[in-house]
């Protein structure tokens, strides 16, 4: 069967390419853990969510402690934690 991927919206590709997978569970190719297909989003971790996020050491603050030397302002990206929030991978079913 050939699909004519080109002229179809988002939404119909992805319901046909769940449809082509049976329904069955799908893992992410990232992290092992299994996706599940929401309709007009596509495949998407379990908590819903596209993208997995991880914490890191702040870039943008001169030390690992998160303070900028010894002054109490803190950092815009991490608000004085020294820890940050950023996508680590998105949502991705492993072919079989």
């Known amino acids: 069967m050939r699909w004519p991927l080109g002229r179809w919206t988002p939404g119909q590709r992805g ?22 297909f929401v309709l007009d989003k596509g495949y998407v971790h379990q908590d819903g969510e596209l ?14 402690g998160g303070r900028s030397g010894s002054v109490a302002v803190a950092c815009r990206m991490c608000q004085g934690t020294g820890r940050m929030w950023v996508d680590d991978h998105c949502a991705l079913p492993k072919r079989s």
């Open 15 to 36: 319901r046909a390419l769940h449809e082509r997978t049976g329904g069955r569970a799908v893992k992410c190719m990232w992290c092992g853990n299994e996706l599940r």
């Open 51 to 64: 993208y997995r996020r991880k914490q890191v050491p702040c870039r943008y603050c001169s030390t690992a």
